[in-house]
């Protein structure tokens, strides 16, 4: 794994730059907390239009009705089921790093990225375990806590051993000031 990753990072790292870790995040669908309000949510979303073209549109005749229900039942649709598939899409072309100075989130393919975060600034880390994987959040939590449905903080989803590597983070975590660059 490591010099797969090495070999992904090639041009990616700053001179003198160490790779500690890297990793992926796990396969397939993965479920979370916040993914029960949604479902619940799209539920409804998705029953009460279906219920009414069923019962309406479809055997009287109600077309109007049938046309005017189609976007929330595509909506619901995605929200009920391709989102998990369009996830696990997204995460199979995903990768993380943990260097020296730097955390490292890249994607490949369509909709490619690459985001760096400076070590030095996270100043919060948090460690959600399940089994053997885990979740690692970085930064300060929104309000509504580690319980909202959505969660923007940058994150290492659903890695093999989150505990190993969040301790990794907690040792090898840089000086918020270097020394080099504290002037008095």
Do not use: C
Not at 17 to 26: D, F, I, K, N, T
Not at 62 to 67: G, K, M, Q
Not at 122 to 136: C, F, P, Q
């Amino acid at each position: 794994m490591q010099i797969e990753m090495q070999q992904k990072l090639a041009g990616r790292l700053l001179p003198g730059e160490r790779l500690l870790w890297a990793g992926r995040p796990r396969r397939g669908l993965m479920f979370v907390g916040s993914d029960v309000p949604v479902t619940l949510f799209f539920l409804a979303w998705t029953g009460i239009p279906l219920a009414g073209v069923v019962s309406e549109g479809l055997g009287k005749g109600h077309w109007a009705f049938s046309i005017f229900a189609l976007p929330f039942l595509a909506v619901g649709f995605y929200m009920l089921f391709l989102r998990y598939l369009h996830d696990a899409w997204l995460r199979a072309r995903t990768f993380y790093a943990v260097t020296d100075r730097r955390l490292l989130i890249w994607r490949e393919g369509p909709w490619s990225s690459f985001r760096s975060y400076d070590r030095a600034g996270l100043n919060e880390m948090e460690l959600l375990e399940n089994g053997a994987r885990g979740t690692i959040r970085f930064g300060r939590t929104a309000i509504g806590g580690r319980h909202q449905v959505s969660d923007s903080r940058p994150a290492f989803l659903g890695i093999e051993d989150a505990r190993g590597v969040f301790d990794l983070l907690q040792r090898t975590r840089p000086a918020a000031f270097p020394s080099d660059q504290i002037r008095i």
